[in-house]
């Protein structure tokens, strides 16, 4: 089955304690990013990564790192969370691509609580 | 800066009584918007992608349309399992493939 999985689904940590979401896809896509979503706020975009050569920034970067050392996986890395990193995140996924193909598939969503 | 405006926020419908949601947006050099579906605490899933000023998308009950400025999501005869937040996002032209979506729309569709 074509899909985006995200591990851990929830995760309640501490202040500055070191934590990693991954995000891995199955479908050959070149394209991946992370959101959040907060209410009132909407879905904003973390990081995105073209293929497994590019990386940059979305809106909202500060206090988050990623990687994209392979095609499948795309981890977040949150170095020294703190009490506004509590959100819902999204890994998302595109073929991409020169042709009409922008069509991102989201993975079930990482509820996260930093207390 | 894209802009993504959904309107209304809410509403509220009961199964039989079509409507429309609506998407406005601000982007230079539209690449493409796209429509999602989101369950409460589930990922969104996608529906439609217009590309085009003209262009009408459907699947079962819901159809999408794009105008220059706006596009519409018609829900038709709904029922309650289309009970959903509807998201609205557009993709600029370029070679960043972001996303900016809208802050969606709640349905509820009462039996």
């Known amino acids: 089955e074509a899909q985006v999985t995200q591990n851990p689904r929830y995760l309640i940590t501490v202040t500055g304690k070191k934590l990693t979401v991954t995000c891995s896809q199955n479908?050959?896509?070149?394209?991946m990013s992370w959101y959040r979503q907060d209410p009132g706020l909407g879905l904003r975009q973390i990081y995105y990564s073209m293929n497994v050569e590019v990386t940059d920034k979305g809106d909202v970067p500060e206090g988050y790192k990623v990687s994209r050392k392979e095609k499948r996986n795309f981890p977040l890395i949150l170095e020294s969370p703190s009490p506004n990193q509590t959100s819902l995140y999204f890994c998302a996924s595109s073929l991409s691509g020169g042709d009409l193909s922008y069509e991102q598939y989201f993975g079930p969503g990482t509820r996260l609580t930093v207390t | 800066e894209d802009q993504v405006t959904q309107s209304p926020e809410a509403l509220r419908l009961q199964e039989g009584e079509s409507s429309s949601l609506n998407c406005s947006y601000t982007v230079s050099g539209l690449r493409g918007l796209f429509w999602y579906r989101q369950d409460p605490g589930k990922g969104p899933e996608f529906l439609f992608t217009l590309y085009s000023a003209g262009e009408e998308k459907e699947k079962e009950r819901l159809k999408a349309t794009l105008t220059k400025k706006e596009s519409f999501l018609h829900i038709t005869a709904p029922k309650p399992e289309d009970s959903a937040t509807y998201l609205c996002?557009?993709?600029?032209?370029?070679?960043?493939?972001?996303?900016?979506f809208g802050k969606g729309t709640l349905l509820t569709v009462n039996p």
């Open positions: 479908m050959n896509h070149e394209y």
């Open positions: 996002a557009v993709l600029r032209g370029g070679s960043n493939y972001k996303l900016t």
